[in-house]
């Protein structure tokens, strides 16, 4: 199948990007994939979530800015690495777009095109907006995966982020294809049942079935650090997130 790469992404915060990046990949990592997590989210969410946030740790801020290092960590979870993120993401942007001796866009493609195909799979946890962070992100990679939360708001700003994703399939990346979208933080409600027939009809075969059920379980997993999969793999999240993984990898293969 060769690397996946995965940005996932949704410019609305809240959503359980991290959440979905982390369990995923441990979920890819549980089902015998070799899974690389990059953090570019200046919250770093995903790298405190396993365990392996340390302020003095080169991480994705280096690696954008194009220093020499070391940046891949192992964590506890089997072939489950990171690039981690740093609050210093924050200046990244500036800094980039400031820096002339070298492409912007492509940075992080060319960090990851070094690695050889070394893993399977690699997930990049993006900010919640759209900037050189997030671009850099897109050009990286082969596949977009959006979670959405449902409420009021749940497709504001959609439209402005499939245009962002196309904008970059002409400009940088001709491959990049929208793997789809999927729910978290689902409940059995009216107007979940209305938003999900509005975005099955939006996006028809890229609207992935296997919605992620609320839980309290997830929160739980947070404060301990460990994907909910590990933490409770008997709550529902657990086995929402195994099966949504087995219908990622299985529209991959048909894809492919």
């Not at 089902?31 to 946030?53: E, W």
């Not at 964590?75 to 993401?89: D, E, M, R, S, W």
């Not at 799979?121 to 596949?143: G, H, K, Q, R, Y």
């Given at each position: 199948?060769?690397?996946?790469?995965?940005?996932?992404?949704?410019?609305?915060?809240?959503?359980?990007?991290?959440?979905?990046?982390?369990?995923?990949?441990?979920?890819?990592?549980?089902?015998?994939?070799?899974?690389?997590?990059?953090?570019?989210?200046?919250?770093?969410?995903?790298?405190?979530?396993?365990?392996?946030?340390?302020?003095?740790?080169?991480?994705?801020?280096?690696?954008?800015?194009?220093?020499?290092?070391?940046?891949?960590?192992?964590?506890?979870?089997?072939?489950?690495?990171?690039?981690?993120?740093?609050?210093?993401?924050?200046?990244?942007?500036?800094?980039?777009?400031?820096?002339?001796?070298?492409?912007?866009?492509?940075?992080?493609?060319?960090?990851?095109?070094?690695?050889?195909?070394?893993?399977?799979?690699?997930?990049?946890?993006?900010?919640?907006?759209?900037?050189?962070?997030?671009?850099?992100?897109?050009?990286?990679?082969?596949?977009?995966?959006?979670?959405?939360?449902?409420?009021?708001?749940?497709?504001?700003?959609?439209?402005?982020?499939?245009?962002?994703?196309?904008?970059t399939r002409e400009e940088?990346?001709?491959?990049?294809?929208?793997?789809?979208?999927?729910?978290?933080?689902?409940?059995?409600?009216?107007?979940?049942?209305?938003?999900?027939?509005?975005?099955?009809?939006?996006?028809?075969?890229?609207?992935?079935?296997?919605?992620?059920?609320?839980?309290?379980?997830?929160?739980?997993?947070?404060?301990?650090?460990?994907?909910?999969?590990?933490?409770?793999?008997?709550?529902?999240?657990?086995?929402?997130?195994?099966k949504l993984t087995e219908?990622?990898?299985?529209?991959?293969?048909?894809?492919?």
């Amino acid at each position: 199948m060769g690397t996946r790469v995965i940005s996932f992404l949704n410019i609305k915060g809240g959503v359980g990007k991290t959440i979905s990046t982390t369990n995923i990949g441990a979920a890819l990592d549980k089902m015998g994939y070799s899974v690389l997590i990059i953090d570019i989210d200046p919250q770093s969410n995903a790298t405190k979530y396993l365990s392996s946030y340390k302020e003095n740790d080169l991480s994705s801020y280096e690696l954008l800015k194009g220093e020499t290092g070391i940046y891949i960590k192992s964590t506890k979870y089997n072939a489950l690495q990171i690039v981690p993120g740093n609050i210093k993401l924050i200046m990244a942007e500036n800094e980039i777009m400031l820096d002339t001796r070298k492409a912007r866009e492509t940075r992080l493609k060319k960090w990851i095109d070094s690695l050889d195909h070394e893993f399977d799979f690699i997930l990049i946890d993006c900010p919640p907006s759209l900037n050189i962070l997030t671009t850099n992100a897109l050009v990286a990679s082969t596949e977009v995966l959006v979670p959405i939360k449902i409420d009021k708001f749940a497709l504001d700003g959609f439209e402005y982020l499939m245009s962002a994703i196309e904008e970059t399939r002409e400009e940088f990346n001709p491959h990049l294809n929208l793997l789809g979208a999927f729910i978290t933080m689902d409940k059995s409600t009216t107007i979940n049942r209305d938003i999900k027939a509005e975005l099955d009809q939006i996006l028809g075969d890229k609207f992935l079935k296997q919605t992620i059920r609320e839980n309290v379980a997830v929160t739980k997993s947070t404060f301990h650090e460990t994907p909910v999969i590990y933490h409770d793999p008997k709550s529902n999240s657990a086995k929402d997130y195994i099966k949504l993984t087995e219908e990622i990898v299985n529209v991959l293969t048909r894809v492919i």
